[in-house]
């Protein structure tokens, strides 16, 4: 039966035609535009990663319980050894020492007297070091303004906006004025070396980036720091491998009430950042039910069409005695075959839009030249596992369900009614 109902839709081109491309049409618009979503929401929370989260971070638990107020003097001690355990027990991450701090930084004249002064964010990274990436992972070379990266101890970054506030030239001497780790007041100098531009209006008003070496220094850090990040193997952030790594170190670090013990906490469980991964987990269902919803109705129109159309084939078939039920499944088989054929031309498709897009991209660079840190200027598609199998369900579902939707007439034709059609024929 399903071998002469596919011959059927094959030497009928009218009943499967429509249908098929409609189905591929609405498939491939599927499985590109839950590519397109996934890519553009991950990017956004791989860059808030790399910024400041990390895929997990290792801070204190004193220092969890106020992570908003950056309180440097909760900070990790013995970071060196720390750092080494982390290596081994878990080789397959990325892991590198950030201190977030704040102070003022103060501007001299050519007598040496205060010319201007303002409040900053600082960040201490890793820079001299080209195996910890940490330059790269900021894409500090990209939102460099003016001057060039520091090379050399002492010098720093400053955000563009707050340099020309501040009066700040290239190779300026200026002053950091803050606390220590111990509360300690520090005054330390440091020459600038080049001005940056993140795109984000908080760091743009004010902040500076320095080698995390110079930060320790100027807050008597040595061997410690506030925050150790963590980058899985991945690029993209894996909420369920990142959950396995957070459970794994705080089991071997649960013993004992130190408020100054390790602890690992995920991205999501920072900045909010989890609400947007939800959304982003919740992308696929809305989509599908999307298409789902619109291909059903165009799939209905089409079935009500090629019923009128077919409108003698099945008043013949029930007048040669065929059950109405076993039209109706014959029909609905059909729709099956179509959907499922018109799924795998609209997921291959789909698929390869998606993979075209994931290597080149969309380049909005241009039109973003202000926002180049945590927004990317390329933005690209992510194919991942669901990408494979998702546009299936609004394809052989919405197909189905216009099936049957259209094909309810069956049962109110009337046998005696169909005589005399089949008369006047």
């Given at each position: 039966?399903?071998?002469?109902?596919?011959?059927?839709?094959?030497?009928?081109?009218?009943?499967?035609?429509?249908?098929?491309?409609?189905?591929?049409?609405?498939?491939?618009?599927?499985?590109?535009?839950?590519?397109?979503?996934?890519?553009?929401?991950?990017?956004?929370?791989?860059?808030?990663?790399?910024?400041?989260?990390?895929?997990?971070?290792?801070?204190?638990?004193?220092?969890?319980?106020?992570?908003?107020?950056?309180?440097?003097?909760?900070?990790?001690?013995?970071?060196?050894?720390?750092?080494?355990?982390?290596?081994?027990?878990?080789?397959t991450a990325s892991w590198v020492e950030r201190i977030q701090?704040?102070?003022?930084?103060?501007?001299?004249?050519?007598?040496?007297?205060?010319?201007?002064?303002?409040?900053?964010?600082?960040?201490?990274?890793?820079?001299?070091?080209?195996?910890?990436?940490?330059?790269?992972?900021?894409?500090?070379?990209?939102?460099?303004?003016?001057?060039?990266?520091?090379?050399?101890?002492?010098?720093?970054?400053?955000?563009?906006?707050?340099?020309?506030?501040?009066?700040?030239?290239?190779?300026?001497?200026?002053?950091?004025?803050?606390?220590?780790?111990?509360?300690?007041?520090?005054?330390?100098?440091?020459?600038?070396?080049?001005?940056?531009?993140?795109?984000?209006?908080?760091?743009?008003?004010?902040?500076?980036?320095?080698?995390?070496?110079?930060?320790?220094?100027?807050?008597?850090?040595?061997?410690?720091?506030?925050?150790?990040?963590?980058?899985?193997?991945?690029?993209?952030?894996?909420?369920?491998?990142?959950?396995?790594?957070?459970?794994?170190?705080?089991?071997?670090?649960?013993?004992?009430?130190?408020?100054?013990?390790?602890?690992?906490?995920?991205?999501?469980?920072?900045?909010?950042?989890?609400?947007?991964?939800?959304?982003?987990?919740?992308?696929?269902?809305?989509?599908?039910?999307?298409?789902?919803?619109?291909?059903?109705?165009?799939?209905?129109?089409?079935?009500?069409?090629?019923?009128?159309?077919?409108?003698?084939?099945?008043?013949?078939?029930?007048?040669?005695?065929?059950?109405?039920?076993?039209?109706?499944?014959?029909?609905?088989?059909?729709?099956?075959?179509?959907?499922?054929?018109?799924?795998?031309?609209?997921?291959?498709?789909?698929?390869?839009?998606?993979?075209?897009?994931?290597?080149?991209?969309?380049?909005?660079?241009?039109?973003?030249?202000?926002?180049?840190?945590?927004?990317?200027?390329?933005?690209?598609?992510?194919?991942?596992?669901?990408?494979?199998?998702?546009?299936?369900?609004?394809?052989?579902?919405?197909?189905?369900?216009?099936?049957?939707?259209?094909?309810?007439?069956?049962?109110?034709?009337?046998?005696?009614?169909?005589?005399?059609?089949?008369?006047?024929?």
């Open positions: 039966m399903i071998k002469f109902l596919i011959k059927g839709l094959l030497r009928d081109k009218h009943r499967s035609r429509l249908p098929l491309i409609v189905v591929a049409i609405g498939v491939m618009l599927t499985v590109l535009m839950t590519t397109w979503i996934t890519g553009v929401l991950g990017d956004s929370i791989n860059l808030n990663a790399k910024l400041a989260t990390g895929h997990v971070k290792v801070i204190t638990r004193a220092y969890r319980e106020s992570m908003d107020q950056i309180p440097i003097d909760l900070s990790l001690t013995g970071t060196q050894a720390l750092i080494s355990e982390l290596k081994k027990d878990y080789p701090f704040g102070g003022l930084l103060d501007v001299p004249d050519e007598n040496g007297e205060t010319k201007s002064q303002g409040p900053f964010a600082g960040f201490g990274i890793d820079l001299f070091d080209p195996d910890s990436g940490e330059a790269e992972r900021l894409n500090l070379s990209n939102i460099l303004v003016k001057g060039k990266l520091p090379s050399v101890a002492g010098e720093i970054l400053v955000s563009h906006s707050f340099a020309e506030k501040l009066g700040i030239n290239m190779n300026d001497k200026v002053t950091f004025i803050g606390s220590t780790m111990y509360g300690g007041m520090t005054i330390v100098n440091f020459t600038v070396a080049g001005t940056i531009r993140y795109g984000i209006a908080a760091l743009d008003r004010g902040s500076v980036i320095m080698d995390i070496s110079d930060a320790r220094k100027a807050l008597d850090m040595e061997d410690a720091c506030n925050e150790i990040l963590g980058f899985t193997a991945v690029d993209y952030y894996d909420d369920t491998k990142a959950t396995e790594l957070m459970t794994s170190f705080n089991n071997e670090n649960s013993s004992g009430n130190d408020q100054f013990a390790p602890v690992m906490i995920r991205l999501r469980d920072q900045n909010d950042l989890g609400g947007l991964i939800d959304m982003m987990s919740g992308v696929v269902g809305i989509v599908s039910f999307i298409f789902i919803l619109v291909l059903s109705v165009v799939l209905w129109n089409a079935g009500l069409v090629g019923g009128l159309r077919r409108y003698g084939e099945v008043g013949l078939r029930l007048a040669m005695g065929e059950e109405k039920g076993h039209i109706y499944g014959s029909m609905i088989a059909e729709s099956v075959a179509v959907g499922l054929t018109g799924s795998v031309i609209g997921v291959a498709i789909g698929l390869l839009l998606s993979y075209l897009m994931q290597q080149k991209g969309l380049d909005f660079s241009s039109a973003m030249q202000n926002a180049t840190m945590l927004l990317p200027g390329i933005f690209r598609t992510r194919i991942t596992p669901e990408a494979w199998y998702i546009g299936f369900i609004p394809g052989i579902i919405a197909t189905v369900l216009g099936t049957m939707l259209s094909g309810i007439g069956i049962y109110k034709r009337q046998t005696a009614r169909l005589f005399k059609e089949l008369q006047l024929q």
